[in-house]
């Protein structure tokens, strides 16, 4: 396109310009999403180790996880509340052909012994899925209701239809709690079941991974920054309503939203 001079006017511009921005937003919520997949595998594999080798581990017991968030709260370690810290774990046990997907600079960062382990209740290797797909294609959300499911079928099913569908996280939850893959099973028309649910599915869009909750506290960013739209009117309106009342007399704080028509636009 950059090549083609007598062609590129004003429209070709605005659509270059737009394939680039969708493009570089897709990249950049792949690689954060990626960067969080492997951060919180990672942490998995600490705690599995020193679980299992830990030479104070006896101090800790069954408190290991609650002790563990305690002191990595403190120290501003972003989404590792003792239940996250137990699905970390979690992730890591079930999927530990992750470990190929780590950049040598990574694996320098792990115990030797960790590479090559296999874990109880993982598929077997003619079932899984191929762990770059798992990384790259499904996000840290995705895979967290995944690890929540016990059955490895089950699990991978919904890795292949999520994958195959591009299934937005929500829809995910979705079609889980439609108890699709017992209705697949059941279903003598398998394909034709697959069809009618992919057809009616909320698909990922590039730009909203980073969106994500989980994202931004792993940004840094505080949890009050990633809100939706009305959660931010109402942290305004919250902010402008307690400012009119400090002032006291002569101000009047009418109502939260009120109704004005603005020539023939009613507005709020």
């Known amino acids: 396109m950059a090549n083609n001079q007598e062609g590129f006017n004003f429209s070709t511009l605005v659509t270059a310009i737009h394939q680039v921005d969708e493009n570089m937003a897709a990249q950049a919520g792949r690689a954060v999403n990626v960067s969080l997949t492997l951060r919180n595998w990672m942490i998995g594999a600490y705690i599995d180790k020193y679980e299992l080798n830990g030479s104070d581990r006896a101090?800790?017991?069954?408190?290991?996880?609650?002790?563990?968030a305690k002191r990595l709260t403190g120290i501003n370690v972003s989404n590792c509340n003792r239940r996250q810290l137990y699905r970390y774990l979690r992730f890591y046990r079930l999927y530990p052909q992750i470990v190929g997907t780590l950049?040598?600079?990574?694996?320098?960062?792990?115990?030797?012994?960790?590479?090559?382990?296999?874990?109880?209740?993982?598929?077997?290797?003619?079932?899984?899925?191929?762990?770059?797909?798992?990384?790259?294609?499904?996000?840290?959300?995705?895979?967290?209701?995944?690890?929540?499911?016990?059955?490895?079928?089950?699990?991978?099913?919904?890795?292949?239809?999520?994958?195959?569908?591009?299934?937005?996280?929500?829809?995910?939850?979705r079609q889980i709690g439609s108890l699709y893959y017992e209705r697949s099973g059941l279903s003598e028309n398998k394909e034709k079941l697959a069809e009618l649910v992919q057809s009616g599915t909320e698909k990922s869009e590039p730009k909203l991974p980073v969106r994500d909750p989980y994202v931004f506290e792993f940004l840094g960013i505080k949890s009050c920054?990633?809100?939706?739209?009305?959660?931010?009117?109402?942290?305004?309106?919250?902010?402008?309503?307690?400012?009119?009342?400090e002032l006291g007399h002569g101000f009047c704080f009418e109502a939260r939203q009120k109704r004005i028509l603005i020539g023939d636009t009613h507005g709020f």
């Not at 040598?104 to 762990?131: C, F, N, W, Y």
């Not at 919250?238 to 009342?245: A, I, P, R, T, V």
């Open 103 to 173: 950049s040598a600079q990574l694996k320098t960062m792990l115990p030797a012994d960790l590479h090559g382990i296999e874990k109880v209740g993982t598929p077997s290797p003619q079932l899984r899925i191929p762990p770059e797909k798992l990384v790259y294609r499904l996000s840290y959300s995705h895979l967290e209701l995944i690890v929540d499911l016990d059955d490895p079928l089950k699990r991978t099913f919904y890795e292949i239809e999520c994958i195959r569908g591009n299934w937005s996280v929500r829809e995910l939850k």
């Open 225 to 245: 920054e990633a809100m939706r739209e009305s959660d931010l009117e109402d942290q305004l309106l919250n902010k402008l309503q307690d400012f009119l009342l």
């Open 59 to 68: 101090d800790y017991g069954d408190k290991l996880l609650s002790e563990l």
